[in-house]
């Protein structure tokens, strides 16, 4: 399907997180899910230029999940859609 390209497959660490929030638009309740990921490969590296172990980017993913987190302005598509035209 994608041809003979030879693919290296890296290690990878996700997490998939689960965000309820309301719709800025109807109030109706929202369960958005995404998944984080980071691979362990010889180009993903640190400050100090290391290789980035799982249990770094574990860390750095779960930054990223709060963030994601506290943002709290999700909408609908089609409420926004509604709202704008
Ligand atoms: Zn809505």
Not at 2 to 30: H, L, Y
Not at 44 to 53: D, F, L, R, T, W
Not at 71 to 78: A, G, P, T, V
Request: glycine share 2%.
């Amino acid at each position: 399907m994608f041809g003979r390209t030879i693919r290296t497959t890296f290690q990878e660490v996700s997490i998939t997180v689960t965000k309820k929030a309301k719709c800025k638009f109807c109030n109706k309740k929202i369960v958005r899910r995404k998944k984080f990921c980071q691979t362990i490969n010889p180009f993903n590296k640190n400050s100090n230029g290391e290789i980035k172990q799982s249990s770094e980017i574990r860390e750095e993913l779960k930054i990223e999940k709060n963030k994601w987190l506290e943002d709290l302005n999700e909408y609908h598509q089609k409420c926004y859609e509604e709202d704008v035209l």
